[in-house]
């Protein structure tokens, strides 16, 4: 398939992923999801805003008694993390007992997945995974053990599906990947 390049703000993206793949390794999560889950009730804990796509796709796929809710965290300016990273809505759920899925579109530096298991741990649930579309393993600034990836990609920056260049490109229904 020819790339396709498209500008958000100041910046030239071309087609990295296509929805076909993302759907296709979303399939493959799900099955063993249902397998590591069975006779269980997991709690899916999605983080927003990047993961409200690969949310929706991943849980319509997942034929099994489950619970979801929704947390925002925030700490991206630009592409850069600013290594704070703000609860802007809050965990509402009580999670003691309970097993408990984290949803992120994309595991980068680390920092957001690692403050919100340091607060999630305390609440003592009965387990705690994490699900990832994507994850940059060059990245990572803290030893996470991320169990379901769908694909590990090189450290470029990277936008749609969900994931924003300063808010714009969540709509977007393939990936594209900042253009060198
Ligand atoms: O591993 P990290 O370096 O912490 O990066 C990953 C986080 O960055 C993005 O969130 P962001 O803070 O941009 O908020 P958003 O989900 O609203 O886009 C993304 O959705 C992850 O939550
Ligand atoms: O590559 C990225 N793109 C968009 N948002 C992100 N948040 C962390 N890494 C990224």
């Given at each position: 398939?020819?790339?396709?390049?498209i500008?958000?703000?100041?910046?030239?993206?071309?087609?990295?992923?296509?929805?076909?793949?993302?759907i296709?390794?979303?399939h493959?999560l799900?099955?063993?999801?249902?397998?590591?889950?069975?006779g269980?009730?997991?709690?899916?804990?999605?983080v927003?805003?990047?993961?409200?796509?690969?949310?929706?796709?991943?849980?319509?796929?997942?034929n099994?008694?489950c619970?979801i809710?929704?947390?925002?965290?925030?700490s991206?300016?630009d592409?850069?993390s600013?290594?704070?990273?703000r609860?802007?809505?809050?965990?509402?759920?009580?999670i003691?007992?309970?097993?408990?899925v984290?949803?992120?579109?994309?595991?980068?530096?680390?920092h957001?997945?690692?403050?919100?298991?340091?607060?999630?741990?305390?609440?003592?649930?009965?387990?705690?995974?994490?699900?990832?579309?994507?994850?940059?393993?060059?990245?990572?600034?803290?030893?996470?053990?991320?169990?379901?990836?769908a694909k590990?990609?090189?450290?470029?920056?990277v936008?749609?599906?969900?994931?924003?260049?300063n808010?714009?490109?969540?709509?977007?229904r393939?990936?594209?990947?900042i253009?060198?």
């Amino acid at each position: 398939m020819e790339p396709r390049t498209i500008t958000l703000h100041d910046c030239q993206f071309s087609t990295y992923m296509y929805e076909e793949e993302i759907i296709a390794r979303i399939h493959m999560l799900a099955e063993q999801l249902e397998q590591d889950y069975a006779g269980k009730n997991p709690l899916f804990l999605a983080v927003l805003n990047g993961s409200f796509m690969f949310t929706a796709d991943l849980m319509k796929r997942i034929n099994m008694p489950c619970e979801i809710s929704f947390i925002r965290m925030s700490s991206y300016q630009d592409m850069q993390s600013t290594g704070n990273v703000r609860e802007v809505l809050g965990l509402t759920e009580n999670i003691e007992g309970r097993d408990v899925v984290v949803i992120e579109d994309i595991v980068d530096t680390g920092h957001t997945v690692n403050a919100l298991l340091q607060q999630l741990n305390e609440k003592q649930p009965a387990s705690i995974e994490i699900i990832t579309l994507l994850m940059k393993p060059e990245c990572l600034q803290h030893q996470l053990d991320v169990k379901y990836v769908a694909k590990s990609i090189p450290n470029d920056f990277v936008v749609g599906y969900g994931l924003d260049y300063n808010g714009l490109g969540r709509n977007l229904r393939d990936i594209y990947k900042i253009v060198s």
